[in-house]
């Protein structure tokens, strides 16, 4: 853990460096996104959703959480060649340390959304410490995704183009710009829960945040049950691996 905080600490600084505006790149970049897309969805396609600014930056903020971790984790074990090629170090490693990274912003992002969601009318409610619990399972989430996605960009580079389709895909599948609630199937509703965990997450944070309710607790161990899975899965093929992905890594 110290390496990976150390890890973190340095990029997240040497980042910072690299723009005038520094660590407020962390909160502008998804309220930019917000912005956007509200722009285009509310007052150019008039959508009907109450609160629609406040419904989107929940979604959007937990979301990108999500697909950046994702995306760059993915890319880790390419970019970090060389040290892989010289150190002999548990592969995970290099993923996990951009994921540390990735933790850091979101709590800085969290800070600016809880902050937003009050100013606009939203109360703070004893409900609202549910988000410790559902940032911990979608963090979960996200590392499981991620090491696997590091582990198949490493077997083949066309994965990288891959997994940045899939989570433009998620990007519209996940309940970010509309209300699970709204599909007037239930079955089908149902069926898009279980199969994506993230349409679970994005309605637990406006449950809690925005509409005063705990979340689904039966939906949300589906979720945890999911993170588990795909997390041991991928730490069991990262030791059996280890010595294979140095070479191939190496030699790509």
Not at 73 to 95: C, E, T, W, Y
Not at 123 to 146: E, K, N, R
Request: glycine share 4%; net charge positive.
């Amino acid at each position: 853990m110290t390496l990976l905080d150390t890890l973190a600490r340095f990029e997240l600084k040497a980042d910072a460096r690299r723009y005038y505006l520094g660590y407020l790149w962390w909160v502008l970049e998804p309220m930019l996104y917000v912005a956007v897309f509200y722009l285009v969805l509310d007052k150019l396609l008039d959508n009907r959703q109450p609160d629609f600014l406040v419904f989107l930056a929940v979604g959007k903020l937990t979301f990108m959480w999500f697909s950046k971790s994702v995306n760059q984790a993915g890319m880790s074990l390419v970019q970090n060649r060389g040290l892989i090629a010289q150190i002999d170090l548990p592969k995970h490693v290099f993923p996990m340390a951009i994921l540390h990274e990735g933790l850091y912003r979101q709590l800085a992002v969290f800070v600016f959304l809880v902050c937003f969601i009050a100013v606009a009318g939203f109360m703070p409610t004893v409900l609202w410490w549910w988000l410790v619990p559902l940032a911990v399972i979608q963090y979960a989430l996200i590392i499981g995704c991620s090491l696997l996605a590091a582990l198949l960009v490493c077997v083949r580079r066309d994965f990288q183009l891959l997994i940045q389709l899939g989570t433009v895909f998620l990007l519209f599948m996940s309940g970010v710009f509309w209300d699970v609630r709204a599909i007037s199937d239930p079955e089908l509703a149902a069926w898009i829960q279980i199969l994506n965990p993230l349409v679970v997450l994005l309605d637990s944070y406006r449950q809690v945040l925005l509409w005063g309710q705990a979340p689904n607790l039966v939906a949300l161990f589906w979720v945890c049950i999911e993170s588990a899975v795909l997390l041991l899965c991928a730490l069991y093929w990262y030791r059996r691996l280890h010595y294979w992905l140095a070479s191939r890594v190496t030699t790509q």
